[in-house]
């Protein structure tokens, strides 16, 4: 088996790997980069491994006048720049100590050493320039059958860093075999060590949670995640309920996945305290619950929204309130949001100013909005003695 596709075969990999093994050392394309393309998934981050130390790669690069930036350089890896592509080269290395967030590592001199400190079998998987692969911990059969497990014993995998926790159901719900099931090892681990997650600092676990959240179908992983306690750790006060019905929903709406849209489904007790995310993706999840949680129609929600936003809203609204959608749903919230209000405040004055005339104003537009936007101005009018 070999990896293959346009990243692998482009100059500027084969320049940067060449660059290495001409300096007698070795340079292995690994991680990620390996794991999609043997899967068939677009390659976007490029990672390469090699024996050569951070100071020779910078070293290495300047001898050559090729951009070099010592991004992790206490961890071993250094970013290099060719043809506007980053690849992140690091030194191998095997972990000395940790501590559940974060690892003291030394440099190691074999593949062996690197592949035992990473996560999952699927990401130990090592690859040459011409794409033969390198499996030193047989991961390529866990590949093949898209089953995620730990390296080793999972626990002391997960106590090296907690967030492997998190990663565990994230890797499932975009890898993993559905119809086999979620590795019962893997699973059984996260639920003994699931304390452990709060230890990490919140704008890491929501970081991992949109990524879990963008996955075509993360409805599995999530109830995996509930049923063995992680959910409440992570997110306290969240329900994995109504997400399997929004993935459904969307699917006959025909909506892209949104990890914010699914994180609504999920409900929470504080959400700014629990992810710290950016202020408007809170904002953005608070207001959309908002939406679908009203008892404003779909005409009403296209009006005061925009049209995205108010789809979303419905489709949220559906999946919590277990009710099929309005087959009309699109429709109506097209024409809320073409519908264009006919009273101005002009209108209403001299009679009616301050606090009267915004009454005014807001009783037309409810009913209005009521109508279906059928009430003229006139018939509006009517209603102001």
């Not at 090892?185 to 997650?197: F, N, P, T, V």
């Not at 676990?205 to 409805?219: H, Q, R, T, V």
């Not at 994180?263 to 993706?281: M, P, V």
Request: aromatic share 6%; hydrophobic share 45%; charged share 25%.
């Amino acid at each position: 088996m070999k990896a293959t596709g346009p990243w692998i075969d482009a100059p500027a990999t084969q320049a940067v790997c060449a660059m290495l093994e001409d300096a007698g050392h070795q340079a292995f394309l690994v991680g990620g980069c390996v794991r999609n393309a043997l899967l068939g998934v677009e390659v976007n981050d490029i990672d390469i491994a090699t024996d050569a130390r951070p100071d020779q790669v910078i070293a290495f690069c300047e001898a050559v006048g090729r951009k070099v930036v010592p991004t992790g350089i206490e961890h071993g890896t250094v970013t290099v720049v060719e043809d506007s592509i980053l690849f992140e080269i690091t030194t191998f290395r095997k972990d000395v100590e940790t501590d559940g967030r974060r690892a003291t590592v030394a440099f190691a001199n074999n593949i062996e050493d690197d592949a035992r400190r990473r996560d999952f079998t699927m990401n130990a998987l090592y690859a040459r320039r011409d794409g033969e692969i390198i499996d030193p911990l047989s991961g390529l059969p866990d590949l093949k059958a898209r089953c995620i497990r730990f390296i080793d014993d999972a626990e002391q995998r997960i106590r090296e860093d907690y967030l492997r926790i998190l990663r565990f159901f994230r890797f499932f719900a975009h890898f993993g075999d559905h119809a086999q099931g979620i590795d019962a090892e893997g699973l059984a681990a996260c639920a003994k060590l699931a304390e452990g997650i709060e230890r990490l600092s919140r704008e890491r676990i929501g970081a991992e949670m949109l990524k879990l959240l963008s996955a075509p179908d993360p409805s599995q992983a999530v109830a995996s995640m509930e049923q063995s306690g992680v959910l409440q750790r992570a997110v306290p006060g969240a329900s994995q309920a109504a997400l399997a019905p929004l993935v459904h929903i969307e699917a006959d709406l025909g909506l892209a996945p949104d990890p914010l849209r699914r994180l609504a489904s999920l409900g929470f007790k504080d959400l700014e305290a629990a992810l710290r995310l950016s202020k408007k993706q809170i904002k953005q999840v608070l207001s959309l619950r908002e939406r679908a949680l009203s008892v404003n129609s779909s005409e009403e929600l296209g009006y005061n929204s925009e049209v995205g936003v108010a789809i979303s809203a419905l489709a949220l609204r559906a999946a919590l309130l277990e009710q099929p959608i309005d087959p009309d749903a699109k429709a109506k919230i097209t024409l809320g949001a073409q519908a264009v209000f006919p009273i101005k405040a002009v209108d209403l004055m001299p009679k009616l100013e301050g606090k009267a005339l915004g009454d005014a104003l807001a009783m037309l537009e409810r009913d209005w909005i009521a109508s279906g936007f059928s009430l003229s101005r006139a018939e509006l009018l009517s209603k102001i003695p």
